[in-house]
């Protein structure tokens, strides 16, 4: 998708109902060249058990190093919002995320974290990388403590 047939920036768009209707929306990357890390961070990213239909909770952090093209913020957001109504467990979540990114702009690398709050009492951190990092690149930590409950 190209800059110039951008459909859901400056629109109002609906919350897609699945993600495989999801629209993940690209746009020249005006760095090319350049190694760099785009983070996003989602807090509140919510998906349904697929067994029982229970809402899930998990704090998403996706790094990428650009190539070509970035993945326009808006259409990711309506993304990962398309997964409130979808039933898939966490390692499944994570991993398509971050496969359907991979998809949608072919980065030169790609990493997430799916930080997943408990179910059943045990949290389950699910994370993914598509390879080694490039050489050379910054990589702050996620910033995301490990589950520690009350205490």
Known sequence: MHEEQLTQLG?????????????????PNPQAGVTYLVRFTCPEFTS??????QPDFAHLVID???DERLVESKSLKLFLGSFRNHGAFHEDCTVAIA???????APR????GGYWYPRG?????????????PEGLWLP???????RGRG
Do not use: H, K
Not at 12 to 27: D, F, K
Not at 121 to 133: A, K, L, N, T
């Open 11 to 27: 629109q109002n768009t609906p919350l897609p109902q699945s993600p495989e209707e999801a629209n993940l929306e690209t746009v």
């Open 48 to 53: 349904l058990c697929p067994i029982t239909g």
């Open 64 to 66: 990428y190093v650009p």
């Open 99 to 105: 496969r359907r990114l991979e998809q949608a702009m």
């Open 109 to 112: 690398w790609l990493r997430i």
């Open 121 to 133: 009492g045990i949290p389950i951190d699910v994370f993914y990388q598509s390879g080694e990092p």
């Open 141 to 147: 930590d996620q910033g995301v403590a490990p589950y």
